[in-house]
């Protein structure tokens, strides 16, 4: 007998699922209405896709930017590949402000070429102003300030380093 009542008890259940689902109703038809007259049909025109924001938000990012500015405003890149001997190697210090606008660009490190610490610096002044620095990486400052490293060779041309494919 209890396994009479389980039998009976499943399909009570399945019935009472079924009664449950409810199907949608259809909306009544309505007829379609045509305005009187020619209709002029305009050409439909893609709308364009939302412009994605390519503001840096981190600080490597926002380095290639401005080094990518800075070789575009550049007579002085060389894109050959970087000789195995450079004549120099200079480390400039830059921070820009919110503004996009150098702050300050002096120099960390070099060989001692003097000539050549004040090309990289004035190329940088010289591709100013930059995009303003995303509020991520201020965090609240006025500035944000990172290394750059201008590798020169012999003939007084140079490279980036950030721009300067990664093996």
């Known amino acids: 007998m209890p396994l009479r009542r ?7 259940t399945v019935i009472l699922a079924g ?47 401005v080094a990518k500015q800075i070789a575009s405003a ?5 894109s050959d590949p970087i000789p195995e001997v450079l004549k120099s190697i200079v480390v400039l210090d830059i921070r820009i402000g919110r503004d996009g606008a150098p702050q300050q660009v002096s120099v960390r490190r070099s060989n001692g070429f003097r000539q050549l610490e004040q090309r990289a610096e004035s190329n940088v002044r010289k591709a ?9 990486l201020l965090r609240g ?11 020169f060779r012999d003939d007084g041309r140079f ?8 093996k």
């Not at 709308?47 to 503001?55: C, F, I, K, L, N």
């Not at 400052?141 to 590798?151: D, H, K, N, P, R």
Request: aromatic share 6%.
């Open 141 to 151: 400052a006025s500035s944000v300030q990172f290394l750059e490293t201008f590798l």
């Open 19 to 65: 009664c449950a689902t409810q199907r949608p109703e259809t909306p009544p038809l309505q007829p379609e209405v045509s305005p009187p007259g020619p209709v002029a049909k305009v050409p439909s025109v893609p709308t364009p896709a939302p412009r994605r924001s390519t503001r840096a938000t981190t600080l490597p990012d926002y380095k290639v930017e």
């Open 74 to 78: 550049s007579t002085d890149l060389f």
């Open 6 to 12: 389980f039998g009976t008890m499943i399909t009570c």
């Open 159 to 166: 490279q980036i380093l950030s721009l300067v494919e990664k």
């Open 128 to 136: 100013a102003p930059f995009s303003a620095p995303a509020p991520e």
